[in-house]
């Protein structure tokens, strides 16, 4: 190894880090620790016996395709599958507008590849998704975190900080947003919160980076327009991907908007990965294409249901007063809430000894805030685990209050 080795590093480099949650994962990997701290999918939820049968007939019927590159945009066919799906919700796209990734998450670095300079600022919520956070950062773009409230960010105070930012002959290069189900906090967007911020982008001219992948798993409640549907002027830019509703192994994601941004993804992506694997997106197209994925989507959707009602009913339970929690209306997580004066990084060493785990949702805050706050995923455990894992962590939750007490 060279003697100069993080001398010769990039700036870029520089501001990598490695992911809280990832790192987080590799310490609840014990089988008697019960971990609500990934946003990992349920085994049980993957179509193993259909894409052993699916993954035959894509190398029986067209293996040589298959198993070749592919065109940067992404496989024809997936592409117009999943056009023709927004089509029928309404949106007017077509395939021109959507490119094939190698999951959201490279949307996201792509994202910041594309707009961000170093010392260039975007908008996030308070809390917001830290891959997310990381992607961004790791070129160089300084984070503006905006509060929530019971609708998610709160638009008076994004308009405020716009304003700031003008004063001082500051712009903003996007705001990022996760309108359904956010992760962390489970909360969802409604419509005119949703407007209130597409309105508010138009005037100060900058982009919506609307981040979709939970957007499927509704247990109740009426869907939301997409952000992207609800804008009439190109500001906004959608990501989806199949890992929270497919399956994670696959890595297949995709982004929408207006011709010109996708051409500058094509770019980008082309000095990434070249192209997303085409064997993966040809299972995936002819999946959906047989009536699969809307069959086993229903059972996913009813599978986390049950899992969040039971946890929500331990929450009710065994949480001592002062504790409150998010009822998610779908995706993977909610959001916990300790008193004030309480810091979930306490809690979190207490857990671990009880053998229960879960994020700091400290880390989703850019401004280091949320010190009393965690995120909880309830899709990955089964229902008994999930209960078992909210009596520890309530058990924890009293022990801290003894000895905050005590000293």
């Known amino acids: 190894m060279i003697t100069n080795f993080e001398e010769s590093i990039s700036d870029s480099a520089k501001g990598m880090k490695r992911s809280v949650i990832r790192e987080l994962l590799k310490l609840t990997q014990r ?37 070749q590159y592919g065109a940067t945009e992404g496989d024809h066919k997936l592409r117009e599958i999943l056009t023709e799906r927004y089509v029928q919700q309404g949106l007017e796209i077509t395939s021109d507008n959507l490119i094939i990734l190698s999951s959201s998450q490279q949307g996201l670095d792509l994202t910041g590849k594309i707009l961000l300079n170093r010392g260039d600022k975007f908008i996030c919520g308070l809390p ?20 929530f409230d019971k609708y998610g960010m709160r638009s008076d105070l994004l308009e405020k900080s716009l304003i700031e930012m003008q004063n001082k002959q500051e712009t903003a290069k996007f705001i990022y947003v996760i309108p359904d189900f956010q992760n962390p ?12 911020i597409i309105e508010i982008a138009k005037k100060y001219n900058v982009l919506i980076v609307e981040d979709s992948p939970y957007r499927e798993l509704r247990f109740e409640g009426e869907p939301q327009k997409m952000m992207y549907d609800l804008d009439t002027t190109g500001h906004v830019i ?9 399956v994670p192994g696959f890595r297949i994601g995709w982004l929408m908007a207006h011709q010109k941004v996708i051409d ?21 197209a002819k999946y959906i294409e047989k009536g699969y994925f809307d069959k086993n989507l229903k059972l996913i959707i009813d599978m986390y249901r ?23 209306e779908g995706g993977l997580f909610l959001f916990l809430s300790l008193p004030k004066d309480m810091d979930a ?13 879960f994020v700091l949702g400290s880390v989703f805050h850019c401004d280091g805030s949320g010190k009393n706050t965690m995120r909880i995923n309830f899709s990955f455990m ?5 209960r078992i894992g909210v009596q520890r962590i309530a058990e924890s939750i009293k022990l801290l209050l003894q000895n905050n007490v005590e000293v």
């Open 31 to 67: 089988e008697d620790i019960i971990s609500f701290a990934g946003g990992l999918p349920a085994p049980d939820s993957f179509p193993i016996e259909e894409l052993k049968e699916i993954s035959c007939e894509v190398l029986d019927e067209d293996g040589k395709c298959a198993l």
């Open 306 to 328: 049950k899992k969040r009602d039971v946890m929500i009913q331990a929450f009710k339970d065994f949480m001592p007063d002062g504790v409150s929690w998010t009822h998610p």
């Open 382 to 386: 089964d229902e008994k685990n999930n």
């Open 264 to 284: 500058k993804f094509v770019k980008a992506k082309q000095s990434t990965d070249l192209c997303t694997a085409s064997f993966t997106q040809k299972i995936t």
């Open 238 to 246: 959608t990501l989806g991907t199949f890992s929270k509703i497919f």
């Open 128 to 147: 917001s998704y830290l891959g997310g956070l990381s992607a961004f950062s790791s070129y160089g773009g300084i984070p503006v975190g905006i509060e």
């Open 185 to 196: 906090a489970g909360i969802t967007m409604p419509e005119f919160r949703r407007l209130e």
């Open 345 to 357: 990084e306490d809690l979190f060493k207490i857990a671990i000894e009880k053998k229960v785990a």
